[in-house]
C-alpha cells in the first residue's frame, strides 16, 4: 500500500481501518469507529478549464461534511468552467484506483492539491486509502508536510 509506506518512510504516526466499502464520506463515517464526518479528508478531482486550450486535473480535498463552492475554485484558477473528473479518468489518473478509494495525496498522482484549511483544523484526518474498504488516519499536521496541499478557502 503506497500511502502507509509513504508514512512508514517518513516516521508519521497512523493507523488503518480494513472495513466494509464504503463510496461516500457519509457511508465513511459510519464504520470508522473515533472518527467524525468533519474529520475524513474527501479527495475530489476535478478538471478545470482555464482558456479553451489550458485544461488541468486538480484535486480538491474538504472535510467530509461539506461541498466545495465551484465559484472560489474557479475564481482560484480563473477558470471559465469545471467539472468533476469522470470514474474513467480518475481511474486512469490514479493509476487503477476507483472513485471513492482515491488519497488526498494527489501529489502521488502528479496532481495539484488544494485543501480547505478547516480540514486542518482536526488534530487528525482520515481517509480512504486507495481502496473503499481500507482507510487510514493521521495527523493533520503530518499531512500537510507529506502532501505539500496549497491552502485555500473552497468551502
Known amino acids: 500500500m503506497q500511502i502507509t509506506d509513504l508514512l512508514k518512510k517518513h516516521g508519521v504516526w497512523f493507523e488503518t481501518f480494513t472495513h466494509a466499502p464504503v463510496r461516500t464520506s457519509e457511508e465513511a463515517a459510519q464504520v470508522r469507529d473515533g472518527y467524525t464526518l468533519q474529520q475524513g479528508a474527501k479527495a475530489i478531482i476535478v478538471r478545470v478549464k482555464i482558456t479553451n486550450t489550458n ?33 474513467e479518468e480518475v481511474v486512469k489518473l490514479t493509476d487503477g484506483v476507483q472513485p471513492g478509494g482515491v488519497p488526498p495525496f494527489g501529489n502521488l498522482f502528479g496532481l495539484e492539491i488544494i485543501a480547505d484549511p478547516t ?14 474498504s481500507f482507510s487510514v488516519a493521521m495527523k493533520s499536521a503530518d499531512y500537510r508536510k507529506l502532501a505539500q496541499p496549497r491552502i485555500e478557502t473552497i468551502v
Open 55 to 87: 485544461r488541468k486535473f486538480v484535486m480538491l480535498v474538504i472535510p467530509g461534511d461539506v461541498r466545495f463552492d465551484t465559484g472560489k475554485v474557479k475564481r482560484l484558477f480563473a477558470a471559465k468552467d469545471m467539472r468533476f473528473a469522470t470514474e
Open 119 to 132: 480540514l486542518l483544523q482536526n488534530e487528525k484526518i482520515v481517509f480512504n486509502a486507495g481502496d473503499r
